[in-house]
């Protein structure tokens, strides 16, 4: 009895398990609204495919193309009415789906898919993929059923503005890189690409009318190791680590984009983070130092308790120097002319002003211009950009600074990175709002235990990315455009390194700017996640696991060091040993806070699931402890 019992509960368990009907529960990020219904579609090599008119024969062929390789079948896309799998653009629109949104519906005999444009088409072909075991994500041909539940999807954007940021400056991304970044950034329904194009570290953009922007400006010496700490260039070295995108690749790029609803917003990152610029074009600052190399990661700022910061080495262009506006002149002629998109993201961040404080020409222009502080230089040379990206029917969007100084016009976009405060400062003086806070979104930031993971300055965890709310309390919801992940270089040397940190904060994220707010549920997610994990494994994608791990804290309670542990993850069990060995499921269990005996102690811990280790073991010496504490 006991054993028809256990094969009974087997069969559940694997039926629910290979169900049609549980990928259907999968979706990142989460649809608007969701009806399952019994029974399958089966995708064979016989199905058909078709779409209704010229607009909708784009979603059409991309998704035949999508399952070519994995399932085998060669599909050809057809204009018709009606196919077993079939793409209409709405005759009449739909005005509740908007310019993103889809309908989507699927019956043992037909897949229809239906939108006012052709970004909801490749929305609602993303997630009928999604509705497709996840061996679709494979890379050779598999032979199984390539079943799709039946099930009926409305679904619509939260938020216009659905972005991830690449550094490219820091670490030069390939253009392969690049678009592949920007496939899989869109296969989570994101639709904007900020693409960090120049910095210190590296200029990546063809300006033919600057040549030595790219033939100077993209190039540094070699180096290795821990960025910020990296030697710096001797005299005579060649400098041969970088690349950059000649304009023809960024063309390229923009087309790849477009057929994915992906619109990319280039950035210049001005007045400072401007080394590799003033490398090429020494002139272009204050103290115009011939010696200026493009930076390859040296100890080059020195940053203090306050926040506040120091640059060794000038990186700021001279704001007092008309030759200045005439290179921005050049380079936004040429940025504005190539990219099609609205906005021009000028940067604005991190500009040290003190080679300014001590340039004569620069205290002429704040004399002149009776400016009291030193900051409202920045606001002078934001105002001119502006004007010039004005005069090429481009908008100025910047990171949160640009309101420092006070002449941005409202026209201008600010993106609110150091926190919130700066979107709800942007807001209140009716800016549009870009939401992409280090506390949520800062995707170069690690994502579990500073033992584990690669070291980075700060820890961000998935379940606070998923966590974040883009519109602050108080604030005016029209002004907050969306938001977006920024994933910073200086720690990334190649692609999958990249991944790894996206992956699954992006996917947090993703549902953050699409889904609904009210459908937000941090143990429905997790559960989806885990399946994306399958998705990403079937791809080759890299992604971190630490959303496994323990979370391990301490405090003194007098003068006792006490550990707390938790996990991010409600169904793991942690075990921990403080005797040097091994923890494993007959080790101590952790149940609430404990205090660690005196002692060259070392904590040991380690997560379980359903009886086998699932996270990373960590481990913490005594040094490690009391320093958390001290924090
Ligand atoms: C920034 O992280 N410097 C915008």
């Keep these: 009895m006991k054993y028809l019992f256990s094969t009974i509960c087997l069969f559940t368990f694997l039926a629910l398990i290979l169900s049609p009907q549980i990928s259907a529960q999968q979706l990142i990020p989460q649809p608007v609204a969701m009806n399952l219904s019994k029974g399958t579609f089966t995708l064979t090599a016989s199905s058909t495919v078709g779409y209704n008119n010229t607009e909708s024969r784009g979603a059409a062929e991309m998704f035949a193309k999508s399952i070519h390789i994995p399932t085998g079948f060669a599909l050809t896309p057809v204009q018709r009415k009606s196919s077993a799998i079939q793409f209409n653009i709405l005759a009449m629109p739909d005005t509740k789906i908007g310019k993103e949104g889809y309908l989507l519906s699927v019956s043992s005999k037909h897949v229809v898919i239906s939108a006012n444009t052709p970004a909801g088409l490749f929305y609602g072909m993303q997630t009928l993929l999604q509705l497709l075991p996840s061996e679709i994500m494979k890379k050779e041909s598999v032979n199984i059923s390539w079943n799709i539940p039946s099930v009926s999807i409305i679904d619509y954007p939260r938020f216009d503005w659905r972005g991830l940021m690449l550094d490219v400056s820091r670490h030069f991304f390939s253009k392969e890189d690049v678009k592949t970044y920007i496939e899989q950034m869109s296969r989570y329904k994101f639709n904007t690409f900020h693409w960090h194009l120049t910095d210190d570290n590296g200029w990546r953009i063809q300006i033919k009318s600057l040549p030595k922007l790219t033939e100077v400006g993209a190039w540094r010496v070699q180096r290795y190791g821990a960025f910020g700490s990296r030697s710096e260039p001797l005299p005579g070295e060649p400098a041969t680590y970088g690349g950059f995108y000649t304009q023809e690749d960024i063309r390229e790029i923009i ?50 308790s306050n926040g506040t910061f120091k640059m060794n080495i000038e990186n700021a262009l001279n704001p007092s120097d008309e030759n200045v506006y005439q290179f921005l002149e050049k380079v936004f002629t040429e940025v504005a002319a190539l990219f099609p998109g609205t906005y021009i993201h000028v940067g604005g961040d991190e500009c040290y002003k003190g080679y300014w404080q001590q340039d004569s020409g620069c205290v002429t222009l704040m004399r002149k211009m009776n400016m009291e502080h030193v900051e409202q230089l920045q606001g002078y040379f934001m105002g001119r950009v502006e004007k010039i990206l004005k005069s090429k029917g481009k908008k100025l969007l910047g990171w949160d600074e640009i309101l420092e100084g006070g002449s941005i016009s409202p026209d201008a976009t600010v993106m609110s990175w150091r926190g919130v405060k700066g979107g709800i400062e942007a807001a209140s003086k009716k800016h549009n709002v870009v ?44 002004y907050i455009l969306g938001g977006q992940g920024n994933l910073w270089a200086e720690n990334v040397p190649h692609l999958r390194a990249a991944q790894y940190l996206i992956y699954p904060r992006a996917w947090a994220l993703s549902e953050v700017y699409w889904s609904p707010k009210e459908k937000k549920d941090w143990n429905d997610f997790s559960a989806r996640m885990e399946s994306h994990f399958m998705r990403a494994d079937a791809a080759g994608i890299n992604y971190s696991t630490a959303v496994f791990d323990a979370i391990i804290k301490t405090s003194k309670r007098n003068e006792t060091l006490v550990f707390e542990m938790d996990t991010e993850l409600s169904d793991l069990k942690i075990y921990f040993t403080i005797d040097d060995t091994m923890p494993d499921e007959y080790s101590p269990g952790y149940s609430g806070p404990v205090e660690l005996p005196s002692g060259p102690i070392t904590l040991r811990a380690v997560t379980y699931r359903n009886g086998k280790p699932i996270g990373h073991l960590i481990t913490l010496k005594r040094e490690e402890l009391e320093k958390r504490a001290a924090k």
């Excluded at 490398?279 to 930076?295: C, F, G, H, I, Q």
């Design 255 to 304: 087309q790849f984009a477009a057929e994915r609803n992906v619109t990319i917003v280039p950035e210049i990152d001005l007045p400072g983070h401007s080394m590799a610029a003033i490398a090429a074009y020494p002139e272009l600052s204050t103290r115009k130092d011939t010696s200026t190399r493009v930076n390859p990661g040296t100890h080059f700022a020195e940053w203090f």
């Design 435 to 478: 939401m992409t806070p280090t506390t949520f979104a800062y995707l170069d930031y690690n994502q579990g235990d500073q033992t584990i993971d690669p070291p980075v300055y700060a820890s961000l965890r998935v379940r606070k990315s998923y966590s974040f709310e883009p519109v602050p309390d108080g604030v005016d919801a029209t």
